[in-house]
């Protein structure tokens, strides 16, 4: 297909248009790459006939840059370790939190964060009466102001101001623990937010071929011909209702290899009487996590496609020397370095030819963000298996033991049976990830659900949801600042 969605209008390309300019009576719509996922926050999935030129630029000045502007606390920070973008650089900009005290979490002081240097919105400081020293918390500029007023008040309790020592400490991180925000003091958030998700799913969905006529839930077409997205009724959080969903999200930023990640699944799913809905879900930095109904009533042939990204540079700090490898763990290196050992034209018997090409594989190895979900799905259910094999024997620990030791019998079981289950489909559980979850019918017998609708219907486990999504933005903000001031001179 090259049939814009938003216009409708067919594309061709600039190129094409600009040397046969006398076979157009009108200026046409131009192909151009747009990103699924925005460019300010990493996407890298561009294809160039979804949106046409000229709709791509409306969107660009107007959903997209509202919606990138909400994820600054995350882009921003954490720039040194994310991937290069496909274009333009970050941008340097104030931002919002708190920083509670460490003893008492109802305490709290504003902060400013800038170059992920934290410091009080209004300065304060602490008199050490034994060392002579006061310390004045406050940036440069506003210690210089601060510190009169500071010696002024000292003086009128009595203290000679002449002796001490004036220190300025403008990174205040270590006094408390930061809390960042989200969506606090944002206008319209809630608008901004949701257009974003519906662009992306919109996106994806064209992207596979699937037309804009069949997204009838989130894109409305006019009589003019022109698709509006709308994001009303068709947008709801993800929740792990699944016993698997929830171990998965627990201790995600610990599984996850390549946390956090962007991740965009694209599923029809049947419903009794023969209905079905078209849905999107959208995950993004590991963090955010949404469903958007396309259609409710999505008459097109059943359809799979995910999509999974890195966001962050990978943690390999010094290239593998594989003769220091003991043989039998090779297969790791050639899993982590991502190497066709098709490639390799030796004997098999050759060891050192076969040495000497992984070396060289190694040698050329770059990081490609795009991942794939099935391989990477299938190593973190392994690795709850395991755990939940070490918790019931005891024989050994992993990351997830702990938890899992902490679940009810019952959840045990429903645990052991939904992983069971994830790791004998033929598809390695792919399919049935954010789609699916099982659940006891009452007489032991399990039944599978649809997630998204489970998500979208139980508004009774609210309170919950809420407290998940706090838990969410912790993993991601705790993420950023244990890589705060990680210097990285690594290429991508
Ligand atoms: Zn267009």
């Not at 941008?91 to 979490?105: M, P, R, V």
């Given at each position: 297909?090259?049939?814009?969605?938003?216009?409708?209008?067919?594309?061709v390309s600039e190129e094409h248009y600009l040397a046969n300019k006398s076979e157009f009576t009108v200026e046409p719509k131009f192909n151009h790459y747009e990103h699924i996922i925005q460019n300010a926050l990493y996407g890298r999935l561009k294809p160039n006939n979804i949106l046409c030129k000229q709709c791509g630029g409306s969107f660009s000045s107007g959903t997209d840059k509202d919606f990138v502007s909400l994820f600054q606390i995350i882009t921003e920070t954490s720039q040194h370790r994310f991937i290069n973008k496909d274009h333009g650089k970050g941008?340097?900009?104030?931002?919002?939190?708190?920083?509670?005290?460490?003893?008492?979490?109802r305490k709290k002081k504003d902060v400013r964060i800038r170059e992920n240097i934290v410091t009080p919105k209004d300065p304060f400081y602490d008199y050490d009466s034994e060392e002579q020293v006061v310390y004045l918390y406050a940036n440069r500029v506003r210690s210089k102001q601060y510190e009169p007023v500071v010696r002024k008040e000292l003086e009128r309790k009595g203290i000679n101001t002449a002796e001490l020592t004036f220190k300025v400490v403008e990174d205040v991180t270590e006094m408390g623990v930061l809390g960042i925000f989200f969506s606090q003091g944002v206008e319209d958030f809630h608008?901004?937010?949701?257009?974003?998700?519906?662009?992306?799913?919109?996106?994806?969905?064209?992207?596979?071929?699937?037309?804009?006529?069949?997204?009838?839930?989130?894109?409305?077409?006019?009589?003019?011909?022109?698709?509006?997205?709308?994001?009303?009724?068709?947008?709801?959080?993800?929740?792990?209702?699944?016993?698997?969903d929830a171990q998965l999200e627990l201790i995600r930023p610990d599984i996850e290899r390549h946390y956090p990640s962007h991740t965009l699944i694209l599923f029809s799913q049947k419903f009794e009487g023969g209905k079905k809905h078209l849905y999107c879900y959208i995950d993004l930095f590991s963090t955010f996590q949404y469903y958007v109904l396309l259609n409710d009533d999505y008459t097109g042939p059943d359809i799979y496609h995910n999509y999974y990204?890195?966001?962050?540079?990978?943690?390999?700090?010094?290239?593998?020397?594989?003769?220091?490898?003991?043989?039998?763990?090779?297969?790791i290196v050639v899993s982590d370095y991502k190497i066709d050992t098709k490639k390799f034209k030796g004997a098999d018997s050759d060891m050192e030819?076969?040495?000497?090409?992984?070396?060289?594989?190694?040698k050329n190895y770059s990081f490609a963000p795009a991942l794939d979900l099935k391989k990477e799905l299938y190593d973190r259910l392994e690795f709850l298996m395991s755990s939940y094999v070490a918790a019931e024997s005891g024989l050994f620990v992993t990351e997830a033991s702990g938890i899992i030791n902490r679940?009810?019998?019952?959840?045990?079981?429903?645990?052991?049976?939904?992983?069971?289950?994830?790791?004998?489909?033929?598809?390695?559980?792919?399919?049935?990830?954010?789609?699916?979850?099982?659940?006891?019918?009452?007489?032991?017998?399990l039944e599978t659900m649809s997630t998204p609708v489970e998500c979208g219907t139980d508004l009774s486990i609210n309170k919950v949801r809420s407290i998940y999504c706090t838990g969410k933005f912790?993993?991601?903000?705790k993420w950023i600042f244990e890589n705060r001031l990680i210097k990285d001179d690594q290429q991508d």
């Open positions: 297909m090259n049939i814009c969605y938003q216009c409708g209008h067919t594309m941008s340097i900009n104030t931002l919002s939190g708190f920083l509670f005290d460490k003893a008492d979490e608008q901004k937010f949701t257009m974003g998700f519906c662009k992306i799913a919109v996106g994806f969905a064209t992207y596979h071929k699937v037309d804009r006529n069949n997204l009838k839930n989130v894109l409305k077409i006019d009589a003019s011909g022109m698709g509006v997205l709308v994001n009303k009724g068709n947008i709801f959080p993800f929740f792990p209702v699944g016993t698997v990204q890195a966001v962050a540079k990978e943690d390999i700090k010094e290239p593998v020397d594989v003769r220091k490898i003991r043989h039998k763990y090779l297969n030819a076969y040495l000497d090409f992984l070396q060289a594989e190694i679940l009810s019998a019952g959840e045990k079981r429903a645990l052991l049976f939904e992983l069971q289950y994830y790791l004998s489909r033929p598809d390695g559980g792919i399919e049935f990830y954010r789609k699916n979850f099982l659940e006891d019918d009452g007489s032991g017998k912790e993993q991601m903000s």
